[in-house]
């Protein structure tokens, strides 16, 4: 059963409900105002059929009229009357007689000097026995009758009985106002269930919309509903839900792209060397390489291709492995400024061979401790001050190297005066097979993953790594580690910090 059908059961239900306990109320309210059942059973007779009298009134008034018609005179006998006014003041209304323009009896229940001159005028026809008149505020209902006395003198005997003016009016109106009280619960409930239906069936319609949406893909469908109650909860949750899934998606999208772009770029970087090898061995077969200078031309040259490809595949094994985190990392803590003496002395003389001079910047008196995995560290530092190798131009060539730390980490610049790098590139050269400026990186030979494998390394480490560069003027790149720290967390010190 819905939420809709059943919304409209229970009001339903409480439609019926409130209904008879309005009836139940109205009747025991009835009763206890006029004392029996059959006084309420009185109401809607007098109503219904004009009749102003109860059934006890009624029936003195039919005796009297019984009276007045086969024996018009005893209407004339004062004690009779008397009698009958008794019996009426019992039942709470009163007598009047008339004899032409006369008074002939007046009950003193009334009290009213003026009550004849409201009477109405003979009708002897006996055309409307009852009605009602009012005198000032004050409320009558009376039957009458009519009749010639024996000697032929008009009579007219009244049975009147005073009402509430209120009374009278709702006892008029009252089916009027229980079709008005009926109405008002009914319109009432239907507002309700239209409110609950607008704040509850609705948004449950569009999340399940939503939902469907998402079974058919479409993530993209935000919903908006803003209430703050359970709904509005429950829609929170399904949006956190749906941006959750979103973007795992777009992940996994991203993921296969990139593979994608993996598996294209190592193909292209394995086809050059291979096509460039085949070349010289076909040119060797076909007996191009006649001479034996050109012959060791050759093999030399094949020899530094199966070179080049052999430390591609090298390091496209080490970044596959570290971009899978399977590479286990040794961290030690040792002195870094000792570890850049040693990368320093071994490049020094290719360096120097190359005209490039490279040494330390400002190199720190004392030790600077730092937890690192040394030798994967060295990776690092060779592709940077290889890069600043291959990446220059200018006649006075210099890198150098600097270490400056504050009380958590240790920061390492090697900074080269070579070409530089676009700000547009900045941003790209850790990612892997970049490479800036290709044309020119075909005679340096690179794969463009130096950087990326580096990149992976310091993050390994818990550090970070970044470059800054200007065009034409020289590069800087900065990784940092972090300073060993003692049993309390604390870091060891040196004068790294106080030197810089
Ligand atoms: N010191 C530098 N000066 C100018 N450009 C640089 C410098 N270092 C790196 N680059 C640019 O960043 C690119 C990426 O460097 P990365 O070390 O990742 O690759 P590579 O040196 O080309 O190849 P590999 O290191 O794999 O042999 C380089 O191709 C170069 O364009
Ligand atoms: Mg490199």
């Given at each position: 059963?819905?939420?809709?059908?059943?919304?409209?059961?229970?009001?339903?239900?409480?439609?019926?409900?409130?209904?008879?306990?309005?009836?139940?109320?109205?009747?025991?309210?009835?009763?206890?105002?006029?004392?029996?059942?059959?006084?309420?059973?009185?109401?809607?007779?007098?109503?219904?059929?004009?009749?102003?009298?109860?059934?006890?009134?009624?029936?003195?008034?039919?005796?009297?009229?019984?009276?007045?018609?086969?024996?018009?005179?005893?209407?004339?006998?004062?004690?009779?009357?008397?009698?009958?006014?008794?019996?009426?003041?019992?039942?709470?209304?009163?007598?009047?007689?008339?004899?032409?323009?006369?008074?002939?009896?007046?009950?003193?229940?009334?009290?009213?000097?003026?009550?004849?001159?409201?009477?109405?005028?003979?009708?002897?026809?006996?055309?409307?026995?009852?009605?009602?008149?009012?005198?000032?505020?004050?409320?009558?209902?009376?039957?009458?009758?009519?009749?010639?006395?024996?000697?032929?003198?008009?009579?007219?005997?009244?049975?009147?009985?005073?009402?509430?003016?209120?009374?009278?009016?709702?006892?008029?109106?009252?089916?009027?106002?229980?079709?008005?009280?009926?109405?008002?619960?009914?319109?009432?409930?239907?507002?309700?269930?239209r409110w609950i239906t607008r704040s509850v069936v609705k948004p449950?319609?569009?999340?399940?919309?939503?939902?469907?949406?998402?079974?058919?893909?479409?993530?993209?469908?935000?919903?908006?509903?803003?209430s703050?109650d359970?709904i509005?909860?429950?829609?929170?949750?399904?949006?956190?839900?749906?941006?959750?899934?979103?973007?795992?998606?777009?992940?996994?999208?991203?993921?296969?792209?990139?593979?994608?772009?993996?598996?294209?770029?190592?193909?292209?970087?394995?086809?050059?060397?291979?096509?460039?090898?085949?070349?010289?061995?076909?040119?060797?077969?076909?007996?191009?390489?006649?001479?034996?200078?050109?012959?060791?031309?050759?093999?030399?040259?094949?020899?530094?291709?199966?070179?080049?490809?052999?430390?591609?595949?090298?390091?496209?094994?080490?970044?596959?492995?570290?971009?899978?985190?399977?590479?286990?990392?040794?961290?030690?803590?040792?002195?870094?400024?000792?570890?850049?003496?040693?990368?320093?002395?071994?490049?020094?003389?290719?360096?120097?061979?190359?005209?490039?001079?490279?040494?330390?910047?400002?190199?720190?008196?004392?030790?600077?401790?730092?937890?690192?995995?040394?030798?994967?560290?060295?990776?690092?530092?060779?592709?940077?001050?290889?890069?600043?190798?291959?990446?220059?131009?200018?006649?006075?060539?210099?890198?150098?190297?600097?270490?400056?730390?504050?009380?958590?980490?240790?920061?390492?610049?090697?900074?080269?005066?070579?070409?530089?790098?676009?700000?547009?590139?900045?941003?790209?050269?850790?990612?892997?097979?970049?490479?800036?400026?290709?044309?020119?990186?075909?005679?340096?030979?690179?794969?463009?993953?130096?950087?990326?494998?580096?990149?992976?390394?310091?993050?390994?480490?818990?550090?970070?790594?970044?470059?800054?560069?200007?065009?034409?003027?020289?590069?800087?790149?900065?990784?940092?580690?972090?300073?060993?720290?003692?049993?309390?967390?604390?870091?060891?010190?040196?004068?790294?910090?106080?030197?810089?």
């Amino acid at each position: 059963m819905s939420i809709r059908i059943k919304l409209l059961l229970s009001y339903t239900g409480m439609l019926i409900v409130s209904l008879l306990v309005v009836a139940l109320t109205a009747g025991l309210f009835a009763i206890t105002a006029t004392g029996d059942i059959r006084s309420f059973r009185d109401f809607y007779k007098v109503h219904y059929q004009l009749n102003p009298l109860t059934e006890q009134e009624e029936s003195i008034f039919l005796e009297l009229k019984y009276l007045a018609k086969n024996e018009p005179d005893r209407l004339e006998d004062g004690k009779l009357l008397e009698e009958y006014d008794f019996k009426l003041k019992t039942v709470r209304a009163g007598l009047y007689v008339r004899r032409e323009s006369n008074q002939v009896f007046e009950s003193r229940t009334f009290n009213q000097p003026e009550l004849e001159h409201y009477l109405p005028a003979y009708d002897l026809d006996n055309n409307q026995i009852r009605n009602t008149f009012n005198i000032g505020e004050r409320f009558y209902a009376y039957a009458k009758f009519d009749f010639r006395f024996s000697d032929g003198a008009k009579g007219g005997v009244f049975v009147i009985r005073e009402r509430s003016p209120f009374g009278e009016v709702v006892r008029k109106l009252l089916p009027v106002l229980v079709i008005l009280l009926v109405a008002v619960i009914v319109a009432a409930n239907l507002l309700l269930y239209r409110w609950i239906t607008r704040s509850v069936v609705k948004p449950l319609e569009l999340l399940r919309g939503s939902a469907e949406r998402i079974k058919e893909g479409q993530l993209r469908h935000s919903l908006d509903l803003r209430s703050k109650d359970e709904i509005g909860q429950l829609n929170e949750t399904f949006e956190n839900m749906r941006k959750r899934l979103l973007e795992s998606v777009e992940l996994r999208l991203r993921d296969e792209e990139s593979r994608k772009e993996l598996i294209s770029n190592i193909s292209h970087d394995l086809r050059t060397p291979i096509t460039n090898i085949k070349g010289y061995i076909e040119g060797i077969r076909d007996g191009v390489a006649d001479t034996p200078e050109k012959m060791d031309k050759y093999v030399n040259i094949i020899y530094s291709k199966a070179n080049d490809l052999d430390k591609l595949v090298d390091e496209l094994f080490l970044y596959s492995k570290l971009d899978l985190n399977q590479v286990p990392f040794q961290f030690e803590h040792a002195d870094i400024v000792g570890f850049l003496d040693d990368c320093i002395d071994e490049q020094r003389y290719v360096a120097k061979e190359k005209g490039i001079e490279l040494e330390w910047d400002e190199r720190p008196k004392s030790a600077v401790p730092v937890v690192a995995d040394f030798e994967k560290l060295k990776r690092v530092v060779l592709n940077m001050i290889g890069n600043a190798q291959k990446f220059t131009d200018k006649p006075y060539k210099t890198i150098r190297v600097s270490v400056r730390g504050d009380s958590n980490q240790v920061t390492v610049e090697i900074r080269d005066n070579g070409i530089g790098i676009s700000p547009e590139d900045i941003p790209h050269i850790f990612d892997r097979f970049y490479r800036a400026e290709r044309s020119r990186n075909s005679s340096t030979g690179g794969s463009g993953l130096g950087l990326a494998i580096a990149r992976q390394i310091v993050e390994g480490h818990g550090g970070s790594i970044w470059a800054s560069s200007e065009q034409g003027v020289g590069t800087s790149f900065y990784f940092t580690l972090k300073r060993p720290t003692n049993k309390e967390g604390a870091a060891v010190d040196d004068d790294t910090h106080s030197d810089h």
